[in-house]
């Protein structure tokens, strides 16, 4: 099930491969996608975040029962996250932009949803600027102009110029679950694949 070097989206179901550790699962996704012996070249930025040195480039986040996988020529983030019962407001107080937290205080009954909307929106451009947590919550913000599309709007000075236009999709496919993709600009959004072996 090799790639040809496009973007994709894969989602696999832990619960099919309960014998497998998360770690064992990463790896055989990345080897099924990319190649043989891949996940042995992986590197680590000074972040953290995992990178091919020939590329391509590619974004994994887990949550729940479900792994995700983001493969693109060009920077990629992606972030899945099941709703839970949180101390939303006290959370998106430290972690969101100002107009964000008002939006999710005018949310009322759909206020977990949002708040895990806004949440992967967010966690996938951190993942693709490469920048994690070190961008301050202020220096960007997210909103919504569709059911599967997100505008990245810098708000500081400290959020990088080149990933301005960068694109936020998202994919409200799962229930109970927000899943969201961050990608370069001219990028049309990739279906998302379910992985069986």
Same mark, same amino acid.
């Given at each position: 099930?090799?790639?040809t070097?496009?973007t994709?989206?894969?989602?696999?179901?832990?619960r099919?491969?309960?014998n497998e550790?998360?770690?064992?699962?990463r790896r055989?996704?990345l080897e099924d996608l990319?190649g043989t012996g891949?996940?042995d070249?992986l590197?680590?930025?000074p972040?953290?975040?995992?990178?091919l040195p020939?590329?391509? @480039?590619?974004s =994994?986040?887990?949550s %729940?029962d479900y /792994?995700? !996988?983001?493969?693109?020529?060009q920077?990629?983030?992606?972030?899945?996250e099941r709703?839970?019962?949180?101390?939303?407001r006290?959370?998106?107080?430290r972690?969101?932009h100002p107009q964000e937290?008002?939006l999710?205080?005018?949310a009322?009954?759909?206020?977990?949803v949002l708040?895990?909307?806004?949440?992967t929106?967010r @966690?996938s451009? =951190?993942?693709?600027? %490469?920048?994690? /947590?070190t !961008?301050p919550?202020?220096?960007?913000?997210?909103s919504?102009?569709a059911?599967?599309?997100a505008v990245?709007q810098?708000?500081d000075a400290?959020?990088?110029?080149?990933f301005a236009?960068?694109?936020?999709?998202r994919?409200p496919l799962?229930?109970?679950?927000?899943?969201?993709l961050c990608?370069?600009?001219?990028?049309?959004?990739p279906? =998302?694949?379910?992985?069986r072996w």
């Amino acid at each position: 099930m090799k790639t040809t070097g496009k973007t994709g989206l894969w989602l696999l179901d832990r619960r099919n491969y309960a014998n497998e550790s998360l770690a064992q699962l990463r790896r055989r996704l990345l080897e099924d996608l990319l190649g043989t012996g891949v996940a042995d070249s992986l590197c680590y930025d000074p972040q953290g975040k995992p990178f091919l040195p020939q590329g391509p @480039e590619f974004s =994994l986040s887990h949550s %729940g029962d479900y /792994l995700l !996988l983001a493969i693109a020529p060009q920077p990629v983030g992606v972030d899945i996250e099941r709703h839970r019962q949180l101390e939303y407001r006290a959370l998106a107080g430290r972690c969101f932009h100002p107009q964000e937290q008002a939006l999710l205080q005018q949310a009322a009954a759909k206020e977990q949803v949002l708040f895990f909307d806004i949440w992967t929106c967010r @966690e996938s451009c =951190l993942k693709a600027t %490469g920048l994690g /947590l070190t !961008l301050p919550p202020q220096a960007f913000r997210t909103s919504f102009t569709a059911e599967d599309r997100a505008v990245l709007q810098p708000a500081d000075a400290a959020f990088p110029a080149d990933f301005a236009d960068y694109l936020l999709y998202r994919y409200p496919l799962l229930p109970g679950y927000s899943i969201a993709l961050c990608l370069a600009p001219g990028t049309a959004k990739p279906p =998302l694949q379910e992985v069986r072996w």
